[in-house]
Nanobody, 126 residues
Framework: QAHLVESGGGLVQPGGSLRLSCATS????????IVWFRQAPGKEREGVSC????????YYADFVKGRFTISRDNAKNTVYLQMNSLKPEDTAVYYC???????????????????WGQGTQVTVSS
């Protein structure tokens, strides 16, 4: 059974940083692309980033380019999202999910997610 558990969220001031972790189990992490989504109250779920199984294919949404960095450590079965220069509009619940194939194909699509976690809350406020 595939499991993904997000952690690392919290309350930070604008301009601060957080590092989210996605701990996985029950599947070969090096066989799947992993994506990060976020959802704020009253807004649609939106794709944030994707990393392919080989690390050769990475996607970032325009609203996080230059601020967020996605990475993976297959030996630790963990994917990370380093978030810098956080803005109030980054406030959301952040989810990691397993894609249905090893590749990142444009913006992440929730419909292609085959497993996901419960999310971790990120709040950016002064």
């Amino acid at each position: 059974q595939a499991h993904l558990v997000e952690s690392g969220g919290g309350l930070v001031q604008p301009g601060g940083s957080l590092r989210l972790s996605c701990a996985t189990s029950g599947f070969r992490l090096d066989s799947y692309a992993i994506v990060w989504f976020r959802q704020a109250p009253g807004k649609e779920r939106e794709g944030v980033s994707c990393i392919s199984s080989s690390d050769g294919n990475i996607y970032y949404a325009d609203f996080v380019k230059g601020r967020f960095t996605i990475s993976r450590d297959n030996a630790k079965n963990t994917v990370y999202l380093q978030m810098n220069s956080l803005k109030p509009e980054d406030t959301a619940v952040y989810y990691c999910a397993r894609e249905s194939d090893p590749y990142c194909s444009g913006s992440p699509d929730w419909a292609r997610a085959t497993a996901w976690g419960q999310g971790t809350q990120v709040t950016v406020s002064s």
